[in-house]
């Protein structure tokens, strides 16, 4: 089923903010996710008017009920991105291979209730999209893309 989504509250940026920060962090974003960015940064997300949720299936098919809290700024974007220390730990920790995801191409893009969406910027899956759980999960790739993502939110009536 196809739902409306509404962007509430989204900060109007320049291209040129997006591209002084490819050059601060070391990465370059996805087309699409610039685009998203140009959008809709800050801006929280609603499904029909209602708040979003979003179903997650983690690897044991267990299904993890979490909403987009909001799109994050580029000034948050930076932030998160100098403090990525956490993200090796979660590599290391749930034993995942560089070939299933490489942490140091993934870039925050959104903040979840639940942890946080990454994209990746590597060339072998970019654009695909990340959970990190702030919990049991660790690092999960959820989407080949962010399009794929918005599709599957729901609203949380």
């Not at 290391?92 to 291979?97: N, Q, W």
């Amino acid at each position: 089923m196809k739902y409306n989504l509404t962007y509430i509250n989204p900060k109007q940026i320049a291209y040129s903010e997006i591209k002084e920060l490819e050059k601060k962090i070391n990465l370059t974003f996805p087309q699409e996710i610039e685009e998203f960015l140009f959008k809709y940064s800050e801006s929280k997300i609603e499904v029909d008017g209602f708040d979003n949720i979003i179903n997650i299936i983690n690897e044991d098919g267990y299904e993890i009920g979490n909403g987009i809290e909001k799109v994050l700024s580029l000034n948050e974007i930076e932030k998160y991105c100098s403090d990525i220390e956490y993200l090796y730990e979660f590599q290391e920790h749930f034993e995942l291979s560089n070939e299933y995801v490489d942490v140091k191409y993934l870039i925050p893009i959104i903040e979840l209730f639940g942890g946080m969406l990454y994209v990746s910027s590597r060339e072998k899956d970019r654009g695909a999209i990340f959970w990190v759980d702030n919990g049991d999960e660790g690092i999960l790739k959820i989407a080949d893309n962010l399009f794929e993502v918005l599709l599957a939110l729901e609203p949380d009536k």
